[in-house]
């Protein structure tokens, strides 16, 4: 089963973006749709065959840790109700 998904990942790193030789695990994430655990054993394996242009990838996530790429936004303020006499 696993062979499975590691053949879906190696079909799926071409069509993914690549920073400086670089591919990030959550673009492989969106694009396989394969549950994040079972993505994070694939790679760590090191038996994957990557295209020319990639060197290596990323397995640290910027989406399950939370990180926030833009700017922080207000909390927006609960307007108060008119008291009526």
Do not use: C, F
Request: glycine share 4%; hydrophobic share 35%; aromatic share 4%.
């Amino acid at each position: 089963m696993l062979a499975r998904y590691k053949q879906a990942v190696e079909r799926a790193i071409p069509h993914v973006p690549v920073k400086n030789g670089v591919v990030e695990i959550d673009s492989l994430w969106v694009e396989t749709s394969i549950p994040y655990t079972l993505l994070q054993e694939i790679l760590a394996r090191n038996d994957l065959v990557l295209p020319e242009n990639v060197q290596r990838i990323n397995t640290i996530s910027r989406v399950r840790t939370g990180e926030n790429r833009g700017k922080k936004r207000k909390p927006r303020r609960r307007k108060k109700n008119k008291v009526r006499n």
